[in-house]
């Protein structure tokens, strides 16, 4: 069986942080730490201990994950550089033993057509598809960004966007991505969305990707979390982004809610579940309901109910 390595070199300070983001992809990971190997472990071990580990780099360490050809490794490839660029961390990420050219293409064997929740199916943009009546057909090109409708956090999600969509609703898209979730709000009947990512390169393809899909009413920005988000009251509010990310912006999210508000945060491991629960009972949303798949949650909020 053929594996694809993602490699993630830190600074020793924040190998906790990156470990955190990796066992999100996967519990087995590859972690190499040599801060600790100093002349006194050689005298001890010295047998056992290369001289190289002795020499090597004592600031920076790497954590690995290896992706199996059955799985997607582009979805998991997007998630990290997604969560390290939301924790503003200074990481290398590679993919080993793949070259560029391979790379850009051969992810795309992954992505067939999928349906997420009654109504939205998601088509890759390479894809043929002829939709069913009441079907409504989603065109994704991920590129560089992460989301395109198979990780379970992003159908989570999907799913209770349409149901708790409404016709005409402003909806306010936190760590989009690629989009995936604005075009969706759209296409089931927003008036508007505002999506937003801290990278620059998802926000490039969220705008593209709503282009392809002909949503003129998906306005897309760069944004540190709420930080540059336009200051309104949106009828539903999602975020699928990470459990630590979530319980941080969690104080915020009044600002931009209205009695009533639906807020949907997905990207969560389970057993993080309780945690993001004790943040949002800070505020004046109220938890009203929760969905799971393989170790992941998507917990449901509305504003207002206290």
């Given at each position: 069986?053929?594996?694809?390595?993602?490699?993630?070199t830190?600074?020793t300070?924040?190998?906790?942080?990156?470990?955190?983001?990796?066992?999100m992809?996967d519990n087995?990971?590859?972690?190499e730490?040599?801060s600790?190997?100093?002349e006194t472990?050689?005298?001890?071990?010295?047998?056992?201990?290369?001289?190289t580990?002795?020499e090597?780099d004592?600031?920076h360490a790497?954590?690995?994950?290896f992706i199996?050809?059955?799985?997607?490794?582009?979805?998991?490839?997007?998630?990290i550089?997604?969560?390290i660029a939301?924790?503003?961390l200074?990481?290398?990420?590679?993919?080993?033993?793949?070259s560029?050219?391979d790379?850009?293409?051969?992810?795309?064997?992954?992505?067939?057509?999928?349906?997420?929740?009654?109504?939205?199916?998601i088509?890759?943009a390479w894809?043929?598809?002829?939709?069913?009546?009441?079907?409504?057909t989603?065109?994704?090109d991920p590129?560089?960004?992460?989301?395109?409708g198979t990780?379970?956090?992003?159908?989570?999600?999907m799913?209770?966007?349409?149901?708790?969509?409404?016709?005409?609703?402003?909806?306010?898209?936190?760590g989009t991505?690629?989009g995936?979730?604005?075009?969706?709000a759209?296409?089931?009947?927003a008036?508007?969305v505002?999506?937003?990512?801290?990278?620059?390169?998802?926000?490039?393809i969220a705008?593209?990707?709503?282009?392809?899909?002909?949503?003129?009413n998906?306005?897309?920005?760069?944004?540190?979390l709420l930080?540059?988000?336009?200051?309104?009251?949106?009828d539903?509010?999602?975020?699928?982004?990470?459990a630590?990310i979530?319980?941080?912006?969690?104080?915020?999210?009044r600002?931009?809610?209205?009695?009533?508000?639906v807020?949907?945060?997905s990207?969560?491991?389970?057993?993080?579940?309780?945690e993001?629960?004790?943040a949002?009972?800070?505020?004046?949303?109220?938890?009203?309901?929760?969905?799971?798949?393989?170790?992941w949650?998507?917990?449901i909020?509305?504003?207002?109910?206290?």
């Open positions: 069986m053929n594996y694809t390595q993602i490699k993630v830190c600074d300070k924040d190998l906790d942080t990156v470990s955190a983001v990796m066992s992809i087995g990971l590859m972690i730490d040599y600790d190997i100093n472990f050689k005298d001890v071990y010295a047998d056992l201990i290369d001289d580990l002795i090597a004592k600031s790497a954590v690995s994950v199996s050809e059955e799985r997607n490794p582009e979805e998991a490839l997007y998630f550089r997604e969560r939301a924790d503003k200074d990481c290398d990420v590679k993919i080993i033993n793949v560029d050219e790379w850009a293409n051969s992810w795309k064997k992954y992505y067939h057509p999928i349906k997420v929740g009654e109504r939205v199916v088509v890759p894809e043929k598809y002829e939709k069913k009546d009441n079907e409504l989603l065109i994704m590129g560089m960004a992460f989301g395109a990780h379970e956090t992003t159908r989570l999600v799913t209770q966007i349409e149901k708790y969509i409404k016709p005409g609703c402003t909806v306010l898209d936190v991505g690629s995936i979730l604005s075009i969706a759209s296409l089931l009947g008036s508007s505002n999506a937003y990512d801290i990278d620059p390169t998802a926000v490039r705008r593209e990707n709503a282009e392809i899909n002909k949503c003129g998906i306005k897309v920005g760069v944004s540190d930080s540059g988000v336009e200051c309104k009251e949106y539903l509010i999602c975020a699928n982004i990470v630590d979530i319980i941080r912006m969690s104080k915020d999210l600002k931009f809610s209205h009695d009533g508000t807020f949907i945060a990207g969560i491991l389970t057993e993080r579940r309780e993001v629960l004790e949002m009972k800070k505020t004046p949303f109220v938890f009203i309901s929760e969905e799971e798949e393989n170790g949650c998507v917990l909020f509305r504003c207002g109910l206290r």
